[in-house]
């Protein structure tokens, strides 16, 4: 397990440097003139100058990368005399339209956006497995064509078209939810919960009827083999089939797209914390775009990134608990 262990934490080493890399291509190489790309849309010439300093774009690409990567490790001064900026670690840049340190805006909405991301992964994967095992245990009856017919039906509505509803019902017409105004969990877990309700919901929905599709094939696919067979037949209890043997196997691809998932969500899901105003990691992305603020744009990319690749080397792990032969 130790030696499994190294092998993957080695390969996220290795993908996250590739992946600063193409960022910092992205950014810092293709443009014509980065420090105006990163001043944003409306920049004076003495601004301007004193950005260029700061990113250091007199220096060769490879220092210039050097400083960057090491900068999210150790942090580091940006520029020298004048112009000099002191970024503490870990170091994702300088937001000039926001005139703070990317990383202080990305952890002051993170608490947002993880809120939004882990109360809507548990929905999703509550109502999800329950209807797809249900779903594979009945297969062919009733039962099952009623929730796949119901699960291509919530996954063929977009999340804007999904919040909007429900807006609308639980909202304004029956009032059963405040619209949503985020409540940090330290200061009232009963109103944080109350408040990103509507959001959860509106997740859940798309999601959940994906993972129902992906669970019922999976279950389907395990209860045929020849070893859930051999359990039936020594007697076992079907509950102890079904949980023991045949949910544990099945679980291993439900497992691989919920680690893209979640790590995809707690880096920002932009149009759902557009639509109920949630101060997030996606509004602040959405407003990066609309005024040209190329550092925290970076940042939020290099984020995104790193949750991704962190979730799947969760999902690594967590295959290792479910089925030992990975070790392998």
């Not at 934490?9 to 003139?33: H, Q």
């Amino acid at each position: 397990m130790i030696l499994y262990t190294a092998r993957r934490l080695l390969g996220v080493a290795g993908v996250l440097l590739a992946i600063a890399a193409v960022t910092f291509t992205v950014f810092y190489v293709l443009p014509s003139d980065p420090a105006a790309a990163a001043c944003g849309k409306s920049c004076s010439a003495d601004r301007l100058e004193a950005i260029r300093a700061q990113m250091g774009l007199d220096q060769p690409l490879w220092r210039q990368f050097a400083d960057f990567v090491t900068g999210v490790f150790t942090g580091r001064t940006m520029g020298s005399g004048q112009y000099a900026l002191h970024c503490d670690f870990p170091c994702l840049g300088y937001s000039y339209e926001n005139s703070e340190a990317v990383w202080d805006l990305l952890m002051d909405r993170l608490p947002v956006s993880a809120s939004l991301a882990l109360g809507a992964a548990v929905l999703w994967l509550l109502l999800g497995l329950s209807a797809g095992v249900t779903a594979a245990l009945r297969k062919d009856t009733l039962t099952d064509r009623a929730l796949m017919v119901g699960a291509v039906a919530a996954a063929s509505m977009p999340v804007y078209f999904t919040s909007m509803m429900l807006i609308y019902g639980l909202i304004r017409v029956a009032g059963l939810l405040p619209y949503p105004q985020y409540v940090p969990f330290a200061e009232d877990p009963g109103h944080w919960a109350s408040n990103l309700l509507l959001p959860w919901l509106a997740l859940a929905v798309l999601y959940a009827a994906m993972y129902a599709r992906q669970s019922r094939s999976s279950m389907i696919e395990t209860l045929a083999e020849p070893y859930i067979r051999t359990a039936r037949a020594k007697g076992l209890p079907r509950r102890t089939v079904v949980v023991k043997h045949a949910l544990r196997a099945g679980m291993t691809p439900v497992l691989t797209i919920f680690g893209m998932d979640l790590g995809g969500l707690l880096a920002g899901a932009v149009i759902t914390e557009s639509i109920f105003g949630l101060p997030g990691i996606g509004r602040l992305f959405y407003g990066a775009l609309s005024t040209g603020d190329q550092p925290v744009i970076l940042g939020v990319t290099l984020l995104a990134a790193t949750f991704i690749v962190v979730a799947n080397l969760a999902v690594d792990l967590l295959y290792a608990v479910v089925d030992p032969r990975v070790r392998f």
